[in-house]
């Protein structure tokens, strides 16, 4: 009585169930986010192509858990290893980029290795006790069977009414120019070429060179001396350091912005100033977002100065290219010194430091004045 029986009762259960859990949880999770950017953000042609990145995280978490049923030592310790090389990388990433290091990312850091300093008590409590797991082969079954199983319903769960959201999309007729009715708006949006960035496989070209994936500052800085998109980003005087930023500002940005520059036909780039294109505000673009063809009632309420929608907005023609990777554009509104806005297609606007470069956004100016005839 009270004696520990070697290869029935494995010690250390609570720690390796609570291991076991956290990793399913983060399986499970990574299995929903996956699913659900894949639809998001990554689904342009070729769809296909695309998936395994996004189910990448879940994958790997996936092996690590399967793995560490049977070895929680070894286990345990890539665990610990991944999670410290990852909160170092975003790290790295976050002070490359001037972005604040919030205490939030040393705690996310130590929950990803949490299920690896677990597993490993757990092994060393065995070994110390001279238990083994031969006798617990059949919970580790289940355990694998589960971390199989509950992440695949997810992603059918998740992924079908996204898929049958955006296969009811309305495509996109053409990549010429359109006049949109918008809520109490009319904008006409410029056509494929240097005023409308759909994709960035398809870069706009200024004086040789391709440019994709431009931040606000590149865009509001575009006509300040020297023109063009070198040395805009941070500004002349960077020297590597944040105080050395300059953010533009919205003055810069009506004096300087690339569209001031881009010729009648929206298609050419130049030295000069045409002024046939602007970019839209955040509440322009709200105004004319689209659902199923008809307008998404975009308007902004005065009490809260948040925008409210009929029906959330969705990435369809004619403002959007569904087929393509850009799923937010730049608008040319400010929301303080170091941040503008963008929208993505949902109709969300965010706050986005001047200085980020993301593929997955692009842009789409409107015309001012009239196009000249040939």
């Known amino acids: 009585m009270g004696?520990?029986?070697?290869?029935?009762?494995?010690?250390?259960g609570p720690a390796g169930t609570l291991a076991y859990l956290l990793l399913l949880l983060a399986t499970t999770a990574a299995a929903y986010w996956g699913t659900a950017e894949f639809f998001h953000e990554g689904w342009f042609a070729p769809y296909g192509k695309y998936l395994i990145f996004y189910l990448l995280p879940m994958l790997l978490l996936m092996a690590l858990t399967l793995f560490s049923l049977s070895f929680p030592r070894l286990g345990g310790i890539?665990?610990?290893?991944?999670?410290?090389?990852?909160?170092?990388?975003?790290?790295?990433r976050l002070k490359a980029l001037h972005l604040p290091v919030a205490p939030s990312l040393w705690i996310m850091?130590?929950?990803?290795?949490?299920?690896?300093?677990?597993?490993?008590?757990?092994?060393l409590r065995q070994r110390k006790e001279g238990a083994t797991r031969a006798g617990n082969a059949s919970g580790r079954r289940w355990k694998a069977r589960l971390v199989l199983i509950l992440p695949l319903?997810?992603?059918?769960?998740?992924g079908i009414p996204l898929l049958i959201r955006n296969l009811q999309r309305v495509p996109l007729e053409h990549f010429g120019e359109v006049t949109v009715e918008g809520n109490g708006i009319t904008l006409t949006f410029a056509p494929a070429g240097l005023g409308w960035l759909y994709s960035n496989r398809h870069p706009i070209e200024f004086r040789g060179k391709a440019y994709s994936g431009l931040s606000w500052n590149e865009i509001a800085l575009f006509g300040k001396p020297p023109i063009g998109f070198e040395g805009?980003?941070?500004?002349?005087?960077?020297?590597?350091t944040p105080a050395s930023i300059y953010y533009a500002t919205r003055e810069d940005f009506d004096r300087y912005n690339m569209f001031r520059y881009i010729d009648s036909s929206g298609t050419?780039?130049?030295?000069?100033?045409?002024?046939?294109?602007?970019?839209?505000?955040?509440?322009?673009?709200?105004?004319?977002?689209?659902?199923?063809?008809?307008?998404?009632?975009g308007e902004i309420d005065s009490a809260s100065g948040k925008v409210r929608y009929r029906h959330t907005p969705d990435k369809e023609g004619p403002l959007w290219a569904p087929q393509m990777e850009v799923i937010y554009y730049w608008t040319a509104s400010c929301a303080d010194e170091q941040h503008?806005?963008?929208?993505?297609?949902?109709?969300?606007?965010?706050?986005?430091?001047?200085?980020?470069?993301?593929?997955?956004?692009g842009f789409r100016a409107v015309r001012v004045k009239p196009q000249q005839n040939p």
């Open 109 to 123: 850091g130590f929950v990803l290795s949490l299920p690896g300093l677990l597993l490993w008590w757990k092994d």
């Open 340 to 361: 503008a806005y963008d929208i993505s297609y949902s109709g969300r606007v965010r706050p986005v430091l001047k200085t980020s470069k993301q593929d997955y956004r």
């Open 153 to 158: 319903l997810v992603m059918i769960g998740v």
């Open 3 to 12: 004696t520990f029986q070697s290869g029935n009762q494995p010690s250390g």
């Open 268 to 297: 050419v780039l130049t030295d000069s100033l045409h002024d046939y294109w602007r970019l839209p505000t955040a509440e322009e673009y709200e105004r004319c977002l689209t659902y199923r063809g008809k307008n998404a009632g």
């Open 232 to 240: 805009k980003r941070y500004g002349s005087d960077y020297n590597g």
């Open 78 to 92: 890539v665990i610990v290893l991944l999670g410290i090389g990852f909160t170092l990388w975003r790290y790295s």
